[in-house]
């Protein structure tokens, strides 16, 4: 592949002129990368040994109000290589029944979780004098059958098993060896040397990885057309790490515990971890479940004041049965700690939304690493990093949480990105998290480390990203852009400079020469400090290329509109819609002088637009012919935009009068699509296909794949792959002509998104999902695409792009994630690129990186501008390697985590199952969790523990598991499945983080009290409130922003003032059941609402409807359903999915 590429006009900032001319190395060297293995197939596995039971409860002294005792559930650990050994039947957790099968023992009232508000209840822990077991008979219990394994790492080494599994390859430690990693701190450094470490000090090496036509047209006259965290007691250090000056100072006194650190290791982890099945218990022998609860719902606790309807009827719905093999046990009692605590001491201030960037939630390190005066700038890879190490202190991020004792773990405002441990000089110039991060900031020496710690190694890309707001992109007009002559890695801020004429690639570690007009600084227009030059100060940079990297001249701006005139398009309204759009935008449209248009319209026929300069007015060409079709006037269907704006805007005023009265509702969308790509074959540029129905006639006709009885079925979901290969044919042939294609789909019938997303996925194109449009019935959704349409017409974008992603040495790319084509192992096709476009990766670590303090990724975007300029963005982010697990733990994002993790399984649903999906994202959490307590921690505690970094995971699993993609046993529209799935491949993590999890927050009482001001602007800022019912109460309003859609839920009791000053009515039975807009009203409270909901739309691309709901409205089941902590017909509570995994991890 030659270097030449691919530019476009983005970004703002400086434009700096460079000397004479040097021709650069050419092209983007595609480097030998591994073949991409995908991931293997779920697999069955032996049976456990018998199910594990730990020793007696031994309550230990109160500490404070109250004292945690031994675990619940904690491990004995038994004899190395796996074996299970069953104690006495005296501990309080045994497994034996389904998850709701909760049965208090005798003289203990039922089972019920403390309140989030008010203050802690009297606890005293439960006394256990006697072995007896407090469960039924164990014969109650089914025997397990197998279990099934579910992994996303790739990489593992093999492992004896008697089928295929997904396997972390982590060999067990020799029996002799203490239980648990880092026994005490090291003497001195452990980390990062600059040398090579000792060979008897690193981790072993990874393991290997598993491998025209004769067709006739009329010309007719255009004319009427009919028929054609909170925190409890204080947590104990558990790292092995000491606080300077406390070397001496003791513990507090902890419960006595089954762990023995002189007995063999715990053995492996179980490799299958199934979610309960939602559905109806076994029935048989299995144990039966306990009547249904009349009052409040099992599984939720006490109440909060006016407890709602919902709560009975959702809540205490069926109980729920355990999966097989693997039954959540009887619980006698919550752990009493469990109660609503102060903040986090972590928490962030409140700054909202979480696309904000916001400062650290951690505490401020102190400098570990001072620079000497006049030392290396930050081009320079300083000694300093010799010392880089996690081992000095206990950091914020490894801070110990028992996630079954602190309750408000969720922070008050955004979670911002990891700070990677870098030295500063390094960190002030790394790229910016919004645009590239990564799931770990600190990467594993090798992919065994990477294997223990369970936790997925990917980035995550926002390469487009508009960037003349929040960030400076210093744009470089150079006749030499810098590369390695090896590797091609564009120059930035982490090379090495041995001299003033030589520099040292980050990734490959050649050694360049600077070239002569490089020794220029054009900002300070001075001569011989290369170091100074913009492309080593700056992480993110825009280059306009010269001519080398263009394979043909650079090509215009062409759109072409591709439209639905269906009878059920014209029903829906949305023609006008769009005309009045492009009417109203036609002069905003990205491009130049050269720029063309052309339309399409279609319903059993293919109708051309003739629009050629010269005719009074446009000339419709009808083509019947949609076996064989072809395009009537090819040199007149696309015009000049300038040159013909006036025919282009007469057609605009009258396509919609064209087609009122048809009745034609056959849907022709194959033979469109196939006459677009002839169209624009020559020229490349951009679809717009605007669809409201199955397409029902030619190439490409669907039929209707959907039992709408199967919808809130709990089994696999079915369908979820493409029904016919045609459109994904059809978008590859468009992307080897860089021809991409977005879709509207404006329908209330099903469309089969599964099949036509392919023409828009292949092509890097761009899916809109607007479900139930009319121009009538729904408004809010006509309000949403009006606005959506304004955005995609207006907004810059990249012609005949392709983005090269590289790593440095020992690291390689196996998986890409969104909307794309890969040409080569690290080449990705992308006709079009917007600014709303996201991508994502998976890493694997080839060889070990034992002689590497960092290692750098870079993205390089190479696109054509709207005006016609070669331009080249690239974006560079280096991070620190680590040898140790904590260290790895420590620089866990767990965003990125649950964002890399949400594309795996969006893959895997389509793949084998949807059901699969579910197990593998589960096992994430298990796995990680399970690893982090047996291997990161050196003293082990009761409960289910994660360090504070992780503290949210279990979480942001759940809320993927209640996500309308992945649910089960909830109705959910096969196309909104499929739409939503489609979302969170494709969206930026910032955006797909308010559909995971969204924000709730209260409104009826914002207060100017730690506002922003922007813009003249005074924003409120209330606090992020937790995803759950005990939050609401009937005398409030409260906002969800769930990324698309918003809902304001008003209590039947709310503030009158609110609804008279903000809401606009006189009382609660005054306000509409179909209100979609706030009323702009003179009032303080009425400015206040308005201000922060507005800013909170600011933050995004695409337009969130608002939904205004009472609280007797239809739409309530909404709102509901988002909230993700509480327990419905089909889903575990929050509480009830952390004693799951700690069931998991103590087996």
């Known amino acids: 592949m030659s270097s030449t590429g691919f530019n476009s006009r983005n970004g703002t900032g400086q434009t700096y002129a460079n000397g004479p001319s040097q021709n650069p190395g050419m092209g983007f060297n595609i480097g030998s990368q591994a073949p991409y293995s995908p991931m293997p197939t779920k697999g069955p596995v032996a049976p456990g040994a018998g199910l594990y039971n730990s020793g007696p409860y031994q309550p230990g002294p109160p500490a404070g109000p109250y004292q945690p005792g031994p675990p619940a559930g904690a491990y004995q650990p038994g004899p190395p290589a796996g074996a299970f050994q069953s104690g006495p039947q005296a501990g309080p957790y045994q497994p034996a029944a389904p998850v709701s099968s909760y049965h208090p023992p005798p003289g203990q009232p039922p089972l019920t979780r403390p309140p989030m508000g008010g203050p802690p209840p009297t606890l005293t822990p439960p006394q256990s004098s006697s072995p007896a077991p407090r469960m039924p008979h164990a014969q109650a219990t089914p025997p397990p059958p197998a279990a099934m394994s579910h992994n996303y790492y790739p990489n593992q080494p093999?492992?004896?098993?008697?089928?295929?599994?997904?396997?972390?390859?982590?060999?067990?430690?020799?029996?002799?060896?203490?239980?648990?990693?880092?026994?005490?701190?090291?003497?001195?450094?452990?980390?990062?040397?600059?040398?090579?470490?000792?060979?008897?000090?690193?981790?072993?090496p990874p393991q290997p990885s598993p491998s025209s036509s004769s067709a006739g047209y009329a010309p007719t006259p255009l004319v009427p057309h009919s028929t054609a965290p909170g925190s409890g007691p204080g947590p104990v250090p558990l790292h092995g790490y000491t606080q300077p000056g406390n070397a001496s100072s003791t513990p507090p006194p902890m419960a006595p515990h089954p762990y023995q650190p002189a007995s063999a290791p715990y053995g492996a982890l179980p490799t299958g971890h199934a979610m309960p099945p939602m559905g109806p218990p076994p029935m048989g022998n299995a144990t039966p479940p306990p009547p249904k609860a009349e009052g409040p719902a099992a599984g939720n606790g006490h109440q909060a004041p006016y407890a709602f309807n919902h709560l009975e009827n959702k809540m205490a719905g069926a109980p729920q049965s355990g999966p097989p093999g693997r039954h959540l046990g009887h619980y006698p009692s919550l752990p009493p700690g469990y109660n609503n605590t102060p903040a986090s001491p972590g928490a962030a201030p409140p700054m909202h939304p979480p696309m904000q960037t916001a400062p650290s939630q951690y505490p401020p390190q102190p400098q570990l690493y001072p620079q000497p005066p006049g030392g290396p700038g930050p081009a320079q890879m300083s000694s300093s990093l010799a010392s880089l190490s996690l081992q000095g202190n206990t950091p914020e991020a490894l801070r110990v949480v028992?996630?079954?004792?602190?309750?408000?773990?969720?922070?008050?405002?955004?979670?911002?990105?990891?700070?990677?441990?870098?030295?500063?000089?390094?960190?002030?110039?790394?790229?910016?998290?919004?645009?590239?991060?990564?799931?770990?900031?600190?990467?594993?020496?090798?992919?065994?480390?990477?294997?223990?710690?369970?936790?997925?190694?990917?980035?995550?890309?926002?390469?487009?990203?508009?960037?003349?707001?929040?960030?400076?992109l210093p744009v470089v007009t150079s006749s030499t852009i810098v590369r390695c002559r090896s590797c091609r890695t564009y120059i930035n801020p982490f090379v090495s400079f041995l001299d003033q004429r030589r520099w040292k690639c980050n990734l490959c570690f050649r050694v360049n020469d600077v070239p002569e007009e490089f020794m220029y600084n054009p900002i300070s227009r001075s001569y011989g400090e290369p170091q100074k030059r913009p492309e080593v100060q700056n992480a993110t940079i825009e280059?306009?290329?010269?001519?080398?990297?263009?394979?043909?001249?650079?090509?215009?701006?062409?759109?072409?509109?591709?439209?639905?005139?269906?009878?059920?398009?014209?029903?829906?309204?949305?023609?006008?819609?769009?005309?009045?759009?492009?009417?109203?935008?036609?002069?905003?449209?990205?491009?130049?002088?050269?720029?063309?248009?052309?339309?399409?319209?279609?319903?059993?026929?293919?109708?051309?637009?003739?629009?050629?300069?010269?005719?009074?007015?446009?000339?419709?060409?009808?083509?019947?012919?949609?076996?064989?079709?072809?395009?009537?006037?090819?040199?007149?269907?696309?015009?000049?935009?300038?040159?013909?704006?006036?025919?282009?805007?007469?057609?605009?005023?009258?396509?919609?009068?064209?087609f009122e009265k048809t009745m034609e509702t056959q849907s022709a969308l194959?033979?469109?699509?196939?006459?677009?790509?002839?169209?624009?074959?020559?020229?490349?540029?951009r679809v717009s296909v605007f669809q409201t129905q199955l397409p029902s006639m030619g190439v490409g006709a669907l039929k209707s794949r959907e039992d709408p009885n199967q919808r809130a079925s709990a089994k696999d979901?079915?369908?979820?792959?493409?029904?016919?290969?045609?459109?994904?044919?059809?978008?590859?042939?468009?992307?080897?002509?860089?021809?991409?294609?977005?879709?509207?789909?404006?329908?209330?019938?099903?469309?089969?998104?599964?099949?036509?997303?392919?023409?828009?996925?292949?092509?890097?194109g761009s899916v809109y999902y607007y479900p139930s449009y009319h121009h009538q019935h729904n408004p809010a959704q006509v309000e949403r695409f009006e606005k959506d349409l304004k955005r995609y017409l207006t907004r810059k974008i990249g012609f005949e792009a392709v983005m090269r992603i590289r790593c440095t040495k020992g690291l390689s790319i196996h998986t890409f994630h969104g909307n794309f084509f890969v040409r080569s192992t690290d080449l990705l096709s992308l006709p079009n690129v917007n600014p709303d476009a996201g991508f994502a990766v998976q890493m694997s670590i080839e060889e070990n990186l034992v002689d590497m303090q960092v290692v750098s990724f870079q993205a390089a975007l190479l696109y054509t501008s709207s005006k016609g300029e070669r331009r080249i963005r690239v974006h560079t982010l280096c991070l620190p390697v680590v040898n140790s697990l904590t260290d790895v733990f420590a620089g866990a994002d767990v965003q990125a985590v649950?964002?890399?993790?949400?594309?795996?399984?969006?893959?895997?649903?389509?793949?084998?199952?949807?059901?699969?999906?579910?197990?593998?994202?589960?096992?994430?959490?298990?796995?990680?969790?399970?690893?982090?307590?047996?291997?990161?921690?050196?003293?082990?505690?009761?409960?289910?523990?994660?360090?504070?970094?992780?503290?949210?995971?279990?979480?942001?699993?759940?809320?993927?598991?209640?996500?309308?993609?992945?649910?089960?046993?909830t109705s959910t529209r096969l196309d909104d499945r499929v739409?939503?799935?489609?979302?969170?491949?494709?969206?930026?993590?910032?955006?797909?983080?308010?559909?995971?999890?969204?924000?709730?927050?209260?409104v009826d009482d914002l207060s100017d009290q730690g506002a922003l001001n922007i813009?003249?602007?005074?924003?409120?800022?209330?606090?992020?409130?937790?995803?759950?019912?005990?939050?609401?109460?009937?005398?409030?309003?409260?906002?969800?922003?769930?990324?698309?859609?918003?809902?304001?839920?008003?209590?039947?009791?709310?503030?009158?003032?609110?609804?008279?000053?903000?809401?606009?009515?006189?009382?609660?039975?005054?306000?509409?059941?179909?209100?979609?807009?706030?009323?702009?009203?003179?009032?303080?409270?009425?400015?206040?609402?308005?201000?922060?909901?507005?800013?909170?739309?600011?933050?995004?691309p695409f337009y969130p409807s608002l939904h205004i709901i009472r609280d007797d409205s239809p739409q309530k089941g909404d709102f509901m359903q988002n909230m993700i902590e509480d327990r419905t017909e089909s889903a575990l509570s929050y509480y009830e999915f952390l004693l799951h995994i700690q069931q998991q991890i103590s087996k």
């Not at 450094?189 to 690193?202: E, L």
């Not at 293919?606 to 446009?618: A, D, K, T, V």
């Not at 998104?753 to 890097?764: H, K, P, T």
């Not at 291997?935 to 309308?964: D, E, N, S, W």
């Open 158 to 204: 093999p492992q004896q098993s008697p089928s295929p599994a997904w396997q972390y390859g982590a060999a067990a430690p020799p029996a002799a060896a203490p239980h648990g990693a880092m026994r005490a701190p090291p003497s001195g450094p452990v980390g990062n040397h600059v040398g090579p470490m000792n060979p008897a000090a690193t981790l072993p």
């Open 402 to 472: 028992n996630l079954l004792q602190e309750r408000n773990l969720l922070p008050a405002g955004p979670i911002p990105a990891p700070t990677p441990p870098l030295p500063q000089d390094l960190q002030k110039v790394n790229c910016n998290p919004e645009v590239f991060r990564c799931t770990l900031s600190s990467i594993p020496q090798t992919q065994s480390l990477l294997n223990k710690a369970k936790l997925p190694l990917g980035l995550l890309l926002h390469p487009f990203k508009d960037l003349s707001v929040t960030l400076q």
């Open 543 to 658: 280059f306009i290329a010269p001519s080398e990297y263009m394979l043909r001249p650079p090509q215009p701006a062409v759109y072409l509109f591709v439209l639905d005139v269906s009878h059920n398009a014209v029903e829906t309204g949305y023609l006008n819609v769009v005309c009045q759009s492009l009417l109203d935008n036609i002069s905003a449209l990205p491009g130049d002088t050269r720029t063309k248009v052309g339309f399409i319209t279609f319903d059993s026929t293919i109708h051309f637009y003739n629009l050629q300069e010269g005719l009074s007015q446009p000339q419709m060409l009808i083509v019947s012919d949609i076996e064989e079709i072809f395009l009537p006037t090819p040199d007149s269907l696309l015009v000049n935009l300038n040159e013909c704006k006036e025919l282009v805007q007469d057609l605009l005023k009258s396509l919609p009068h064209i």
């Open 670 to 685: 194959g033979p469109a699509l196939q006459a677009a790509f002839k169209l624009l074959s020559p020229t490349g540029g």
């Open 717 to 764: 979901i079915q369908h979820l792959a493409p029904a016919t290969d045609f459109y994904k044919k059809l978008a590859l042939d468009c992307s080897g002509q860089q021809v991409a294609v977005d879709l509207f789909l404006l329908s209330a019938q099903y469309c089969d998104l599964a099949s036509l997303g392919c023409i828009s996925r292949y092509s890097a």
């Open 898 to 969: 649950t964002g890399l993790l949400a594309s795996m399984a969006v893959d895997r649903s389509v793949s084998a199952s949807l059901g699969d999906a579910r197990d593998a994202m589960t096992n994430a959490a298990i796995d990680s969790l399970a690893s982090y307590r047996h291997a990161a921690l050196t003293i082990q505690q009761p409960g289910l523990l994660a360090p504070a970094c992780l503290r949210l995971f279990p979480l942001y699993v759940l809320a993927l598991l209640k996500q309308k993609a992945f649910r089960t046993g």
């Open 979 to 1002: 739409f939503s799935m489609c979302q969170l491949k494709f969206q930026p993590l910032v955006y797909a983080m308010l559909m995971i999890h969204p924000t709730l927050y209260r």
């Open 1015 to 1100: 813009s003249e602007r005074t924003i409120p800022q209330p606090r992020e409130l937790q995803l759950s019912v005990e939050k609401l109460c009937r005398e409030g309003a409260f906002l969800m922003d769930a990324g698309s859609v918003m809902h304001l839920w008003v209590g039947r009791s709310c503030n009158p003032s609110f609804l008279t000053q903000v809401l606009g009515v006189p009382d609660y039975a005054a306000l509409p059941q179909n209100m979609y807009q706030l009323p702009e009203l003179e009032t303080a409270e009425s400015q206040r609402t308005r201000a922060f909901i507005g800013w909170l739309r600011e933050q995004r």
